[in-house]
């Protein structure tokens, strides 16, 4: 079991920037796959970016590369969206999770899920 927590979110104007912060327990966290994706109204939930258990590498949506960056420090058990140049388009509720096993955009092969934090860029 796994337990994941979001921070970071806000409201931030066009061109600015935000970080957001997913904090883990439970399992070993360094073993996982883990990815960020995102939930604007009316919308599906969309694969952000993702970075494997060594951060070694990492993906991004077509959307964010170039603004956003995806990093992780396994020693405190949590993994980062560093967002710049932020962009109306951006507002949605931000997600992070966790899978075992190799990279994946599928939201449904994550396993465990946090509860979400909210980015409001405003225009």
């Known amino acids: 079991q796994v337990q994941l927590v979001e921070s970071g979110g806000g409201l931030v104007q066009a061109g600015g920037s935000l970080r957001l912060s997913c904090a883990a327990s439970g399992r070993t966290f360094s073993f996982y796959y883990m990815g960020w994706f995102r939930q604007a109204p009316g919308k599906e939930r969309e694969f952000v970016a993702g970075?494997?258990?060594?951060?070694?590498?990492?993906y991004s949506t077509d959307s964010v590369k170039g603004r956003f960056t995806i990093s992780r420090d396994n020693a405190k058990n949590t993994l980062y969206l560093q967002m710049n140049s932020l962009k109306p388009e951006d507002t949605a509720v931000y997600y992070c999770a966790v899978k075992s096993g190799g990279a994946s955009y599928y939201l449904n092969e994550y396993t465990y899920w946090g509860q979400g934090t909210q980015v409001t860029v405003s225009s």
């Open positions: 970075i494997t258990w060594s951060g070694g590498a990492t």
